[in-house]
Structure formats: structure tokens, C-alpha cells
């Protein structure tokens, strides 16, 4: 009882901080490391990093499919179901989009996963889903959960910090549209697996139900209209776009 009272994870604990510092730490570390290796080297890295990323989190799926606690757990959103399990929310989107923008240099993506890669990863982390709060962290669903998370967080970093790519002002405005459609579109794919039952309760970019997030909680009684209620959430990207590229123009090194 002891050894699982410390292990114990809730947002800002000491837990949570160590953890979240060891990858921030990882970050720092890699990226004064990479400092003066090739591009190409720097890509590698990135892409690799993503692709642990990626194979962790389908091993960590698998054992989230096997957790019996978790489906009593989250039965009020149906348990565990694969079709509302599949890398379609914000976190998994940038954790399979960064390396493929990073290997074709491709600008809009970076951008997209720059942005959208890090704020998303850590609203997550600070306002985990039912289930992966107030638990040891050496259970499987919850190393899983944390682990691609704060990977995703400094990996959407990593692609300013590794000289790959630099925000500019121009890129803000399609970055908010890309968002704004990219959400509309997974809103719908909620839509076709809950009229078609395959996922019941499927929520993708929680657009359909806020599910306890207190941040859209608020914007939910504002607009008690599915989806509608996630437009003004997203249009608070711009103003964290904006200050994160100001600060990153004046005082970031050009990416290569």
C-alpha cells in the first residue's frame, strides 16, 4: 500500500512534477546535444522519438483493452471500445503528423503539430480523462497515457528547439483554420460512429460531450450546442500562438 500511495499521479503532485521534469529534462538535454549535428541528423532523431511514440501507444491500447478496473471505471462513456480508442484525438493526430512533416519538410504540418501538438498534449496532461487521474502510475493504462503524452509535448517542442522549424505571424491564421477544420472533421466521424453504433459514445476532440473538462465545461454553457461549444476553445489558440511566435522571432535561433 506503501509503494502505490507514492506512486499515485494527480496533476501538480509530486509524481506528476518529477515525471513531467524528467522529460522537459529530456528535452533540454537532446536538443544541446543535436545543437551542431546535420539537419538530417536532427530529423532522425525527431522522427525516431515519434516512432517509439507510436509503437507505445498501440501497446498501451492493447493493455488499456485488458484493464477491467478501467472499463468499470469509465462506464459512463461506454467502457472500452476499440472504434472510440483509435489515434484520432489531438494528442495521437500530432504524435502520427510530426514525423511525417518533419521527414517532407513540410511547413504547414510543422506548424499545425507545433501549435495544436503541445497545447493539446498538455491540457491533457492537466485535465487527464476518467481513469488516469488519482492512480499509481505504475499501472500499464497509466504509463501509457502519460508516457505519449509527454512525449508529444516535447516532440511538438522539439520542432523549434531541434532548429527544424520556426513560427512566423503568417502562420497563425491557417493554423487556426487548419484546427477549425480538421476538428469539424473529426466531429463528424463521432457523428457516423455514434449514428451507426459502432462507437456509442464516441467523443474525438471531446465535440460532442465535455466529459467533466472544466475548461469546456464553461464554454458549454455558453453554447450548449455539440461542437459549436469547441469553437471559441479553439479560438484561444490565437492569442497563445501569437505571444509563443513573438517570443520565439525575437529570441529562437533560425531554423535550418
Given amino acids: 500500500m506503501q509503494t502505490e500511495s507514492f506512486w499515485v499521479l494527480r496533476p501538480f503532485n ?26 538530417k541528423t ?50 495521437n493526430i500530432n504524435m502520427i503528423l510530426i514525423p511525417i ?22 491540457m491533457a496532461l492537466l485535465m487527464p480523462s476518467t481513469g488516469f487521474s488519482g492512480y499509481s502510475l505504475l499501472l500499464p493504462r497509466m504509463l ?3 508516457f505519449t503524452h509527454y512525449m508529444v509535448f516535447i516532440e511538438s517542442i522539439a520542432l523549434a528547439a531541434y532548429g527544424l522549424y520556426k513560427p512566423t505571424y503568417k502562420d497563425i491564421p491557417k493554423t487556426l483554420l487548419t484546427a477549425v477544420v480538421v ?9 457516423i460512429l455514434r449514428k451507426t453504433g459502432l462507437g456509442p459514445k464516441a467523443n474525438y476532440f471531446f465535440s460532442v460531450e465535455t466529459e467533466g473538462n472544466p475548461v469546456l465545461e464553461i464554454f458549454h454553457k455558453i453554447i450548449p450546442v455539440p461542437y459549436l461549444f469547441l469553437l471559441p476553445a479553439l479560438l484561444v489558440l490565437g492569442p497563445f500562438m501569437f505571444i ?10 533560425k531554423a535550418s
Fill in 14 to 39: 509530486p509524481v506528476f512534477l518529477c515525471s513531467f521534469g524528467l522529460f522537459i529534462v529530456l528535452l533540454i538535454v537532446s536538443s544541446l546535444i543535436l545543437r551542431n549535428k546535420s539537419e
Fill in 42 to 91: 536532427r530529423r532522425i532523431v525527431l522522427c525516431s522519438a515519434c516512432v517509439v511514440t507510436i509503437v507505445v501507444f498501440f501497446i498501451y491500447k492493447y493493455m488499456l483493452s485488458l484493464d477491467t478496473d478501467y472499463r468499470v471505471i469509465n462506464a459512463a462513456m461506454g467502457g472500452f471500445n476499440w472504434w472510440t480508442e483509435l489515434p484520432l484525438n489531438l494528442c
Fill in 101 to 122: 512533416a518533419v521527414w517532407k519538410r513540410n511547413r504547414s504540418l510543422m506548424s499545425f503539430s507545433f501549435f495544436l501538438g503541445q497545447l493539446g498534449a498538455l
Fill in 144 to 146: 501509457g497515457f502519460f
Fill in 183 to 191: 476538428s469539424f472533421v473529426i466531429f463528424v466521424i463521432n457523428m
Fill in 244 to 253: 509563443e511566435t513573438f517570443f520565439i522571432t525575437k529570441f529562437g535561433k
